[in-house]
């Protein structure tokens, strides 16, 4: 035991831990969540990145396509979208506790986002004049 160390003290977090419980929705009533907002619907694809993928309120609405990785079924979390009250504009930033971030997403959620890529495209050649894409500032990809 001469060679053995203990160990020092543990790290203090300077957050303190969750104090208050998880909530979770069941089935049932997410599946009528789901059921009230279908696919098509300007709310489904941003409630999916949050069930599916876990992704943050401000996150959903921050994805760009090439943050998604539909062949190898990545997703990239690197920005979040946010309100600025002074100037009454949406702007991204980093994400929260700049936590970046890639996540798996499963084989459903993959053929969701490939449909919606599809619709996006269509409605892009059919409306493309008359369509204003929320864009970075080098004005090349549009979210989702």
């Known amino acids: 035991m001469v ?7 543990r790290a ?6 969750r104090s208050s419980e998880h909530i ?13 907002f279908p696919e098509m619907t300007s709310t489904h694809i941003p409630m999916m990145f949050a069930y599916r993928c876990g992704a943050r309120p401000s996150e959903c609405f ?3 396509w090439e943050d998604i990785d539909l062949e190898n079924a990545k997703l990239s979390i690197n920005r979040q979208v946010q309100w600025d009250e002074t100037n ?3 702007y991204f930033t980093d994400p929260k506790y700049d ?20 619709r996006q495209e269509l409605d892009q050649k059919r409306y493309g ?10 004005n090349t990809s549009s979210t989702i």
């Not at 053995?4 to 003290?9: R, T």
């Not at 203090?12 to 831990?17: G, R």
């Not at 004049?129 to 080098?138: F, G, L």
């Open 3 to 9: 060679y053995v160390k203990l160990p020092g003290p």
């Open 12 to 17: 203090k977090a300077k957050v303190d831990t």
């Open 24 to 36: 979770y929705i069941e089935k049932d009533k997410i599946d009528a969540i789901f059921e009230r």
């Open 62 to 64: 921050a994805f760009f």
């Open 88 to 90: 009454k504009v949406w």
């Open 99 to 118: 936590s970046f971030r890639t996540i798996e997403m499963d084989n459903d959620f993959v053929e969701l986002l490939k449909r919606e890529k599809e």
């Open 129 to 138: 004049s008359i369509i204003r894409d929320c864009t970075k500032t080098n």
